[in-house]
């Protein structure tokens, strides 16, 4: 660190603020110098301290060293008898001295520090630009394979086989791509859970045009960091849009509601309608399906376990540790 750079000023610098400080202070340490007359005679210079630690704080390396040179002139001639000279005996000499190291020391410290958290800043604000590119690039190449899927699905027969499960592959491309652009945003995950799945639930009802749908989401404010945060999201989305595909077939509205609650052990997450339910064996034939094999393999990344309820209506639970 070379003195040019110690004395350029950081984004953070506010020097008209380190001003202010810095005078109010020394009219602080003035006053109590004179009220305390001969009491202050071996550290009276040390009053002045708080004076360029606040100054260099506020106003940055530059307005601390000029708050120092004028402290250190007053300390010198009106600090130490004989008062309004430069005349200095053995003691006084020392206590100037180290009045002079320390606030050097203090303005370091705090150059040290603002130069740290500056760098921390620009270092934020690099994440999370790469973040925002990165999610953008994913969800573009999930738009391209579900283009690709939607393009090869019309050369097959609509009754096929193979034409159904590009449809359910397609369905899941698009579901990833809107969480993805849910989670466009690092700072995402300074969202308290249930205003996340809120705005995710309601983004998937809108996408399906049923907007007759009654949606209730109870969840603490608690943050997850942004890979659970993503498996959490895909899971609701995954049972969300089962549950509007099959829970609100042949229905005007309905209820749908998302809970997570929070025990000793962690998190429970469920994600119930007001449907049919499941039909009787329905999840045990449905073992190796792509949409049970998703919730299944998200579940896992939680180190969480996965159930399904029936009656009344239908529910996936996910319980997940902290």
């Given amino acids: 660190m070379n003195l040019l750079s110690i004395l350029r000023p950081l984004p953070r610098d506010r020097p008209w603020v380190g001003i202010a400080v810095g005078a109010g202070l020394f009219g602080i340490a003035a006053v109590a110098r004179w009220n305390l007359g001969g009491l202050a005679e071996g550290f009276g210079p ?4 708080p004076s360029i630690l606040l100054a260099g704080l506020f106003g940055g390396i530059r307005v601390g060293l000029g708050v ?3 402290c250190f002139l007053v300390a010198w001639t009106w600090f130490f008898p004989p008062y309004g000279t430069f005349v200095l005996g053995p003691s006084q000499t020392v206590t100037i001295v180290a009045f002079v190291l320390t606030a050097v020391l203090e303005l370091y410290v705090i150059r040290v520090l603002k130069s740290a958290m500056n760098e921390l800043s ?3 604000e690099r994440s999370a630009t790469m973040f925002m590119e990165l999610q953008h690039r994913v969800a573009n190449n999930l738009q391209v ?4 899927l939607h393009q090869e699905r019309k050369n097959l027969d609509g009754e096929s086989p193979g034409f159904r499960a590009l449809s359910n592959a397609q369905q899941r491309l698009d579901l990833m791509i809107r969480v993805h652009r849910s989670l466009n945003s690092p700072s995402i995950v300074d969202l308290p859970l249930g205003v996340h799945l ?3 639930a309601e983004n998937l009802i809108q996408s399906r045009n049923t907007p007759n749908i009654h949606l209730t989401v109870n969840a603490p404010p608690v943050q997850l960091d942004v890979e659970r945060l993503m498996s959490v999201s895909m899971i609701v989305a995954e049972a969300v849009t089962n549950a509007l595909k099959h829970a609100f077939k042949d229905r005007e509205g309905g209820k749908l509601a998302i809970s997570v609650a929070v025990d000793g052990c962690g998190y429970d997450l469920a994600i ?3 449907g049919p339910g499941f039909p009787p064996g329905r999840i045990t034939t449905q073992r190796g399906s792509l949409g049970l094999g998703i919730l299944e393999s998200l579940v896992r990344q939680l180190d969480g376990k996965l159930s399904f309820e029936a009656g009344p209506g239908a529910t996936v639970r996910v319980i997940f540790p902290f």
């Fill in 68 to 70: 120092t040179v004028v």
């Fill in 198 to 200: 809120q705005n995710l």
């Fill in 145 to 148: 394979v579900a283009s690709l």
């Fill in 122 to 124: 620009l270092a934020r």
């Fill in 272 to 274: 119930s309608d007001d």
């Fill in 46 to 49: 040390m009053l002045l301290l």
